[in-house]
C-alpha cells in the first residue's frame, strides 16, 4: 500500500489555523482516548455546533440527560437487552477519559441537542444473536485502537498498527501516546488532528474496504441517514464524534439515500432496553467479553486529568501507594524517578516520558528492580479498581431497585475491589447480609463467595469474599423474571429447581441453600420433592453424596432458627439406608472407584456426627442408635477383606479417632494389613486410607511408634520390583504432610525403634521407658499448672491475684485429682 501517510500527516495537527471549517464537522475519534477526548473538547469549543451526533444506540437518547446528574460517575455504560430475554445483552462503556463522554458532557453543558446515530439496539442485539457474539458497543468494528471487540467479527487489519508500522514504530500503542497523546500544544488549530488521521483512515479504507467486518456497511448508512436528517434539521452546524474508522463512509461521495435505505430494509429486530449501569477500569482492561480492550485505564485517566507535569505527579501517586503497602520510598526517590523516566524517553526519542518509561523507572528506582511491588502499581494505579456510579433515577427492573435499597439498608456498598466480610450470625444485620448473599447466589448473582478458610469452624460465623463486577447487573436483569423483589424471586426460582431435579444430591443442596437464605415458602415445595426422590434413589454413592448436605442444613437450622423437623427425618432415614447399602456397595472396586468410596465414607462419617446430637436430647431422639449402627459398619468395612484397601484402612482410622477402637486392636489390624501375605499395592492402599488424607494424620505415626513401626517393617521388607509399583502411591501419601511432619518423621525412622522389655513403653523390670521428646510418665506438678486457667475459663475461678487464691494459685483440696480427672 503506497498512499498510507507518514508520521508528518499527523504532525500537520501543529500547524495553526485562523478560522473554523465549514460544518459539519466530522470529529473521528479513538474510542476512550484521552487525547482524542481533549481534542474533541478544544473542536467543540471552537466550533460551537448546534446539534452534536454521537456513535451510539438512538434508545438511548433519552438516558442522555442523565450524563448531568451530580450524581453520575464514569466509568459507566449503558447496558442494552433485550425485553424478554435479558442475558441477551451489550454494553457500551464510557470513562471520565473517552471522547464520547466529553461531547455528551459539553452538549449538555451548553444547552445543545445531542443525539446517538449508530445502528439501534433493537437492530445490533438481533444481530449478534445471529452471528452468535457479544460485546460491548463502542469500538466493536476496529477503529483504532479497537481492532475488535469480545471473539466478534475481528479485523484483518488493525488500522492503528498498519499506521504505526508504516511511521517505523513496532508498537501501536507507543506510536499513538507519541503522535496523540503527547501532542496539542494550545492555541493550535483544534481540528487538524481530525483531518490527520481522517486522511489515514481515508488511506486504509481505499486499501482495506471496510475491514472485514461485516456490519459496518449497515451501521454506516445508519449514521448517513442521521446525519442528513440532522443536517435538514441545523444546517452545516452538526458535530459528528465517532469512531475515525467510519468518517471516510461519511464524508466524500457517499451512496444516496436510497441505497443506504435498501441496507437497512429486513434488518432482525427485536424489542430492547436500556439504561446505566456502573462500570469499572478493570472492565475497561479487558480484551474479550464486554471488555474494551485498554491496556492502562488507570494511566489514561491520570492523562486526562492531569492539567500540568503528568509524569511528576504520577510519581507521586504511584510513590504514596507504595508508602502504604509500607515501602520506604522517599520524595528523592520520586526525584530520582522523574529524572530517569525523562532521560529513557530522549534516548528513546519520546517528545514525553510514556508509561513504558514510567514504569521502568518505577521498577528500577521505587521497586529495587522487582516485579513485585510493581505488580501492584499494575493492579491499583495502571489499571486501578475504580467503580462509577450512577444517579438513582436511572430506569432500572423492580429486582434492581430492592436489591439496591437493601444494600443501602445492610450498608453494603459495591465495590470494584475485593472486599473480605466476616459475618456473625447471631447479629440482626450480619444475619440479614448473609441471607441477602445467599438468596443472590441461589439467584445466580454472584456479588459474595463463601470463603471457608475465614472465620470459625462453628455455625455462627461466615465469610464472604465480595466483588462486584458489571456484568451482575445483567445477571439481575435475567434475575427479575422470577420475581420483583430478592425474596421473592428466590423462593420461585427455588420452588422451580426443585419440581424439576432429578438427582438427589441436586435437591439436597437446594434445601441447603433455600435454609442458608431463609425460604420458608419455598422449603416445603424442596422437601416435597426430597423425600419423593430419596424415596426412589437406591444408589448408595447418591445416598452418600446428599446426606452431607442435610446434615449441614440441619446444624445450621438450629442456628437460624429455621424449623427442620421433616428434614431431620428423611436425613435420618437416608442415613439407615447408607448403613444397610455400604458394606456390600464396598466390595469388588477398582483403584478409582475405591478413591470414590472412600471419599463418601469420609462425608458420611462427618454427617452422622452432626446428625448424632450428642449433647442435644432432642436430636438424640431424631436418631437414637445412628451412631451405634455407623461404627458396626465401620468394623464390618475394616475386618472384610474383599473391602478395598484404602476403604479398610480409612475405616480403621476413623474408629480410632473416635475412640470406638483400641490402639492395640488397630495395631493388629495394621498388622494383618500389612502382612506378607498381602499384595504391595494393597498393603500401600490400606496405608494411604489410614493415614493420608486428613489433617494431623501424621502426627498418629510420631506419637504411636508402635504404628510407624510397623509401616517401617512392611516398607523395608518390600521387594525391588514391588516397591517401585508403590512409590507413587506412597509419596502421594506422605507428601500431604507439613514439613515439620515429615522431618520428624524422618528422625524417628533413621533413629531406629525403641528398646524395650515385655512391650512398648516397658522397659527392664517392667519399668516405664521414656519416648523421645516425652517424660517416663505423668509429671503432676506440670499438670496442675493448667487448672488455674481452666477453671478460669469454665468461670470456676477468680481472676488471678483475686481474694482467697492470689494469682490463680491456692491449696489443692480433696477433690482436686478427681477434678483434673473429669476434665
Not at 500537520?12 to 476512550?32: K, M
Not at 459495591?414 to 444475619?431: F, H, I, Y
Not at 424471586?489 to 441453600?513: G, H, P
Not at 488424607?693 to 511408634?705: P, V, W, Y
Request: charged letters at 25%; one cysteine or more; aromatic letters at 4%.
Amino acid at each position: 500500500m503506497t498512499t498510507t501517510p507518514a508520521p508528518a500527516a499527523i504532525d500537520s495537527a501543529e500547524a495553526p489555523r485562523s478560522a473554523v471549517p465549514q460544518g459539519p464537522w466530522l470529529l473521528g475519534i479513538r474510542h476512550h482516548g484521552p487525547g482524542s477526548a481533549r481534542a474533541v473538547r478544544d473542536a467543540l469549543d471552537a466550533a460551537r455546533p448546534r446539534v452534536v451526533l454521537i456513535e451510539g444506540p438512538p434508545e438511548a437518547d433519552v438516558l442522555l440527560p442523565l450524563a448531568a446528574d451530580p450524581q453520575m460517575r464514569p466509568p459507566v455504560a449503558l447496558l442494552g437487552h433485550v425485553l424478554d430475554d435479558p442475558g441477551r445483552a451489550s454494553f457500551w462503556p464510557l470513562a471520565e477519559f473517552s471522547p464520547e463522554w466529553v461531547a455528551i458532557r459539553w452538549a449538555l453543558a451548553h444547552g445543545v441537542p445531542v443525539r446517538f446515530v449508530d445502528l439501534p439496539a433493537a437492530h445490533s442485539l438481533a444481530l449478534r444473536e445471529e452471528e452468535g457474539t457479544e460485546g460491548e458497543g463502542f469500538g466493536e468494528d476496529g477503529e483504532p485502537g479497537r481492532p475488535g471487540a469480545g471473539d466478534a467479527g475481528a479485523l484483518a487489519v488493525d488500522p492503528l498498527a498498519v499506521l504505526a508500522e508504516a511511521a517505523g514504530y513496532d508498537d501501536p500503542e507507543r506510536w499513538w501516546e507519541d503522535m496523540v497523546e503527547h501532542r496539542g500544544e494550545p492555541g493550535g488549530d483544534p481540528f487538524a488532528p481530525f483531518e490527520a488521521v481522517a486522511d489515514a483512515m481515508g488511506a486504509l479504507r481505499q486499501e482495506y474496504g471496510d475491514g472485514g467486518h461485516r456490519r459496518d456497511p449497515v451501521r454506516e448508512a445508519y449514521m448517513r441517514i442521521q446525519l442528513r436528517s440532522a443536517r435538514k434539521e441545523f444546517g452545516d452546524q452538526v458535530a459528528v464524534v465517532c469512531g475515525a474508522w467510519h468518517v471516510p463512509a461519511l464524508t466524500g461521495k457517499p451512496p444516496t439515500v436510497t441505497a443506504d435505505r435498501a441496507l437497512l430494509k429486513g434488518l432482525p429486530k427485536v424489542k430492547a432496553e436500556l439504561t446505566w449501569v456502573p462500570w469499572t477500569h478493570r472492565r475497561l482492561a479487558r480484551r474479550s467479553g464486554y471488555g474494551a480492550g485498554i491496556d492502562s485505564p488507570g494511566w489514561y485517566a491520570h492523562l486526562f486529568g492531569a492539567g500540568d507535569r503528568p509524569v511528576v505527579r504520577w510519581m507521586t501517586k504511584v510513590a504514596g501507594l507504595l508508602r502504604d503497602e509500607g515501602r520506604p520510598v522517599s520524595s528523592a526517590h520520586v526525584i530520582e524517578a522523574v529524572r530517569l523516566a525523562e532521560s529513557l524517553a530522549v534516548m528513546r526519542g519520546r517528545p514525553l516520558a510514556g508509561l513504558t518509561e514510567t514504569t521502568d523507572a518505577i521498577r528500577a528506582v521505587m521497586c529495587d528492580g522487582s516485579d513485585v511491588p510493581l505488580s501492584l502499581v499494575r493492579d491499583r494505579l495502571i489499571v486501578g479498581d475504580v467503580l462509577g456510579e450512577v444517579p438513582d433515577g436511572a430506569p432500572v427492573v423492580p429486582l434492581q431497585r430492592d436489591l439496591t435499597r437493601q444494600q443501602r439498608t445492610l450498608r453494603l456498598k459495591p465495590e470494584a475491589q475485593d472486599r473480605e466480610l466476616d459475618l456473625d450470625l447471631r447479629k440482626d444485620t450480619d444475619s440479614a447480609r448473609s441471607r441477602l448473599l445467599h438468596r443472590l447466589a441461589l439467584l445466580g448473582v454472584d456479588w459474595g463467595e463463601r470463603d471457608r478458610s475465614r472465620g470459625s469452624t462453628g455455625t455462627f460465623r461466615e465469610g464472604w469474599r465480595l466483588r462486584w463486577e458489571p456484568e451482575l447487573s445483567v445477571r439481575v436483569a435475567e434475575a427479575g423474571v422470577w420475581g420483583t423483589t430478592v425474596l421473592a424471586a428466590a423462593t420461585a426460582k427455588a420452588q422451580s429447581q426443585a419440581v424439576s431435579a432429578t438427582a438427589l444430591v441436586d435437591i439436597t443442596a437446594l434445601a441447603e441453600q433455600c435454609l442458608l437464605a431463609e425460604l420458608p415458602d419455598a422449603l416445603p415445595v424442596v422437601m416435597r420433592a426430597l423425600a419423593d426422590r430419596a424415596a426412589l434413589d437406591s444408589d448408595v454413592g447418591h445416598l452418600a453424596q446428599a446426606l452431607p448436605a442435610l446434615a449441614r442444613t440441619l446444624r445450621y437450622g438450629d442456628v437460624r432458627g429455621t424449623g427442620t423437623a421433616a428434614l431431620g427425618e428423611v436425613a435420618a432415614g437416608l442415613a439407615e439406608r447408607i448403613c444397610v447399602g455400604l458394606p456390600p456397595a464396598c466390595t469388588g472396586l477398582d483403584a478409582d472407584g475405591a478413591a470414590e468410596m472412600r471419599g463418601h465414607v469420609d462425608a458420611v462419617h462427618t454427617a452422622i456426627g452432626l446428625l448424632d446430637g450428642r449433647g442435644r436430647p432432642e436430636d438424640a431422639d431424631r436418631s437414637p442408635d445412628l451412631r451405634g449402627r455407623w461404627d458396626a459398619v465401620l468394623r464390618r468395612l475394616a475386618g472384610r477383606d474383599a473391602v478395598a484397601g484404602v476403604i479398610r484402612g480409612r475405616a480403621v482410622r476413623l474408629l480410632l479417632d473416635d475412640g470406638r477402637l483400641g490402639e492395640d486392636e488397630a495395631a493388629r489390624l495394621m498388622g494383618l494389613a500389612l502382612s506378607v501375605g498381602t499384595e504391595p499395592a494393597e498393603a500401600a492402599a490400606w496405608i494411604e486410607g489410614f493415614v493420608g488424607g486428613a489433617s494431623g494424620s501424621g502426627m498418629l505415626l510420631i506419637h504411636d511408634e508402635r504404628l510407624l513401626g510397623l509401616v517401617d517393617a512392611w516398607l523395608t521388607g518390600v521387594t525391588p520390583d514391588a516397591f517401585t509399583d508403590v512409590l507413587p502411591l506412597l509419596r502421594r501419601t506422605f507428601s500431604a504432610y507439613e514439613p515439620g511432619v515429615r522431618r520428624t518423621l524422618g528422625e524417628l525412622v533413621r533413629r531406629g525403634p525403641v528398646v524395650s522389655g515385655d512391650g512398648p513403653g516397658a522397659g527392664a523390670g517392667g519399668a516405664e521407658v521414656a519416648q523421645p521428646g516425652f517424660g517416663a510418665a505423668l509429671d503432676p506438678a506440670r499438670a496442675d499448672a493448667v487448672l488455674p486457667l481452666l477453671d478460669l475459663i469454665l468461670g470456676r475461678a477468680e481472676l488471678p491475684g483475686g481474694p482467697g487464691k492470689p494469682g490463680g494459685q491456692g491449696e489443692r483440696d480433696e477433690n482436686d485429682d478427681q477434678g483434673v480427672a473429669a476434665r
